[in-house]
């Protein structure tokens, strides 16, 4: 019944989610076609500074949600509310911090851009950019209830829903305006509305937030969530500075121009996990209520058929991707936004690192796994803004993606499942790296023939050649890991459980 409802409520989100990134993908080729270059670096670059900045989230919300599964489970109303009290005071403050902090770098925004050109009202775009960001933090705290409830569904359909009419917005403002201000402005008011849309659905499934009563957590609640956003800050730390830091290397020490031709891949990359994140995103509550009801053989198998599939999915979109990123560059976006196949291979391997990291990360944060590699993030940061740099000024924009991947395979893809075993399944993660290098192997050697066949296949018109590398990049790798895996225990696991899903 557990499965079912984590297979379910993924599915659900699917259609939703892919509306969104469909009218978000819809919009952002009308912003490339209608603003000029610089404008898109700017828009990357501004986005990543207030992802930084973001960093005094201090991941509140990962640890609350965390501390609300067994209350939950218990229906304890009375340490919900009290959880949900202290993520209000908490979220003002961040509001607060953010707005002030991003003040204060206004002066400074024309260092971050080697070769800065003369745009126009840049202190001014940053403000409405620092503005929205800020009001990402109102009213969003009630929503935790039902993201730690298995509810996450509810939360992510009503954002989806107000991200199809942003981006309708957007496009009717870029249209009729050509303006990148107006394009910002229409942004805010459906911000606040998904907010308290969200907050409003909240209520209503658990009227007991409603309260105006005063709740306070115990001096142990309260030592051990101070703990825990004390070790996820520093996850957030390695987080941002992995994920967000890049634009920012690229816009100092490359140009705003491959800031913008970065930003066109990520158009392309956000439709691929428009696909395989709903699959995954809805299950950390999930997997968080397996696991305080559950008795770990259990949880350790649904673990198996989970990153079986996340294999299975990343191989499959990996071998998509460098089949397809380019010619989809050059068909929405034009010649002049094409990386070398270096480059784009460097941020396919990182996109592939990322998806097999997927759900030992679920699982460790799902477990409240926080504390114990506190320091991994941080190394990796440290030693991702020092590769990049250096790689930066040697092969400029792959150089700083090269950063990103050397940072993740030399910390993150080991120590996750390292802590995730040792202190969460209390097993040697021997029999899981066995397994996770057969993965990678068997991902590298299918990916190449994909892309190898694919390539050389059909030599026609650009569409022709688009269809017949979609086609190499899902039947090779299917084919492949059906044939390969076809008598292993996590392949019959995941049969058995979709055909469960779909007989109920």
């Known amino acids: 019944m557990r499965t079912r409802q984590l297979f379910k409520s993924s599915i659900?989100?699917?259609?939703?989610?892919?509306?969104?990134?469909?009218?978000?993908?819809?919009?952002?080729?009308?912003?490339?076609?209608?603003?000029?270059?610089?404008?898109?670096?700017?828009?990357g670059l501004f986005s990543n500074i207030l992802s930084v900045l973001s960093l005094s989230e201090l991941g509140i919300g990962t640890v609350l949600t965390y501390a609300m599964y067994r209350p939950l489970a218990e229906h304890d109303a009375p340490k919900i509310c009290a959880l949900v009290q202290f993520y209000r005071r908490m979220y003002r403050y961040i509001a607060v911090f953010i707005g002030a902090a991003g003040l204060c770098l206004t002066p400074f925004l024309r260092y971050l851009i080697n070769d800065c050109p003369d745009l126009p009202d840049l202190s001014f775009i940053y403000v409405l950019y620092l503005l929205n960001t800020v009001l990402s933090y109102i009213n969003v705290y009630n929503q935790s209830v039902l993201n730690a409830d298995q509810k996450y569904y509810v939360t992510s359909m009503c954002y989806s829903v107000f991200g199809i009419l942003k981006s309708i917005a957007e496009i009717i403002v870029l249209v009729i305006t050509h303006d990148f201000k107006a394009y910002l402005l229409v942004q805010l008011p459906l911000t606040v509305a998904a907010n308290f849309c969200g907050s409003w659905l909240a209520k209503r499934?658990?009227?007991?937030?409603?309260?105006?009563?005063?709740y306070a957590l115990t001096p142990d609640d309260s030592r051990s969530i101070k703990k825990n956003i004390f070790a996820m800050f520093h996850h957030q730390i390695g987080a941002k500075i992995l994920n967000s830091t890049d634009n920012i290397i690229i816009s100092r020490f490359v140009s705003l121009t491959a800031v913008a031709k970065g930003d066109s891949y990520n158009i392309f990359l956000s439709m691929i996990n428009a696909i395989v994140n709903p699959l995954f995103s809805s299950l950390i509550s999930s997997i968080g209520n397996l696991t305080v009801t559950a008795d770990k053989k259990d949880s350790l198998q649904v673990f198996g058929i989970l990153h079986f599939m996340a294999f299975w999915l990343y191989t499959l979109a990996s071998a998509e991707l460098l089949l397809l990123l380019t010619p989809f560059v050059e068909l929405f976006t034009g010649e002049d936004y094409v990386f070398p196949f270096p480059t784009t291979l460097v941020l396919v391997i990182n996109f592939y690192i990322v998806g097999i990291r997927k759900i030992p990360l679920l699982f460790k944060e799902a477990m409240g796994l926080l504390w114990q590699d506190r320091w991994k993030p941080i190394v990796e940061a440290i030693?991702?803004?020092?590769?990049?740099?250096?790689?930066?000024?040697?092969?400029?924009?792959?150089?700083?993606?090269?950063?990103?991947?050397?940072?993740?395979?030399?910390?993150?893809?080991?120590?996750e499942p390292y802590t995730l075993f040792h202190y969460g399944f209390h097993t040697s993660a021997k029999p899981f790296w066995k397994t996770n290098m057969s993965h990678i192997f068997v991902s590298i050697i299918l990916v190449f023939i994909s892309y190898e066949t694919g390539l050389h296949l059909y030599q026609g018109n650009?569409?022709?050649?688009?269809?017949?590398r979609f086609l190499c990049g899902l039947?090779?790798?299917?084919?492949?890991?059906?044939?390969?895996?076809?008598?292993?225990?996590s392949m019959k696991g995941m049969r058995?459980?979709?055909?469960?899903?779909?007989?109920?």
Do not use: E
Request: aromatic letters at 16%.
């Open 383 to 415: 030693l991702n803004i020092i590769i990049s740099i250096f790689a930066a000024l040697k092969w400029g924009t792959m150089g700083v993606y090269m950063g990103t991947a050397i940072s993740m395979l030399s910390t993150s893809i080991w120590v």
């Open 475 to 489: 039947l090779i790798p299917c084919f492949g890991i059906l044939l390969l895996f076809r008598k292993s225990d």
């Open 462 to 468: 650009i569409y022709g050649q688009i269809m017949i």
């Open 12 to 43: 659900l989100m699917f259609f939703f989610q892919m509306l969104s990134y469909l009218a978000s993908f819809a919009g952002r080729i009308i912003f490339i076609r209608t603003i000029s270059t610089d404008y898109v670096g700017v828009r």
């Open 205 to 214: 499934a658990y009227p007991f937030l409603k309260t105006n009563r005063k």
């Open 496 to 504: 058995y459980y979709i055909l469960n899903v779909l007989r109920h």
